[in-house]
């Protein structure tokens, strides 16, 4: 029996780290992408191919998605803070600066979704080690973008802002994301994408006229590996270890994705840190784990 258990945390810790991976390379993938595809393009392939992939592995496990409009009407909004929004600032940003930086702006989400309940409606106590986790946070960002901001208003600076902003999105998302409560958690994943890609699709062939792209077979790859193991496999992963970990547990994701999606920029994209933004990195990843990790919570990741 123990060793039985023993092997299940086992893959699920596994599982745990290829989460983190599947995460943390999206940045690259879409570093990559959007060398030859235009943002919006990339963003709208990757919603519909993933959202068909969730669609078919729903259909494996029998789970039907709801068809009342009011259900659908939530996914749409959802989609704009989970997807639409922030996946094309994502991808427009990359155009203009690496990927390490990327991931290491994108992280602080958790951050922004403890600060946001300060403005609204209170949903969970502040504590002085939350706080402490906001203000290192917050001064990773500064110590990154700061660099940029005394050198002009420049590109650097507003693509920063703008995956800043895109982190921002996932945190209003992540508030509105707990009124799906009462439904398994791949249908509104499925949904909110199916929904994106609606939107996304006409604005692709509006403002980029994807009919005229002639995109490299790195960026083809890229968008292929980001839709379909960065998004759905992902998700799918996702939401086993919400059942087999708990969802504690799960967000030890948070933070691990940060040092691994950094680590895959410079091993593959060639890319480099500053003295600085190695600061802003330990500052963002101790933030995250402050804020994410509870209070009483031991270090075991026993399955729930």
Known sequence: MDTRQDTNIAVELA????LATLWGGSYTFIKLGVATIPPITL???????????????????GIMMPRDAATWRRFAFQAVLNSVIPWTLIAWGERHVDAALATILNSAAPIFTFLLPLVVPRHEATTPRKLFGVVAGMAGICLIVGTDAFDGIGRGLLAEAAIVAATLCYACAAIFGRSFKGLDPMAPAAGSLLAGAAALIPASLVVERPWTLSPSLSSVLALLALAVFSTAAAFAIYFRLIQTLGSVSTTAQAYLRVPIGVAISVAFLSESLSRTAWIGLACVVLGVAAVTIPARQTASLKPS
């Open 15 to 18: 599982l745990l780290v290829a």
């Open 43 to 61: 963003i709208a392939a990757r919603t519909t191919i993933a959202g068909l992939l969730l669609l078919v592995v729903m259909w494996a496990r």
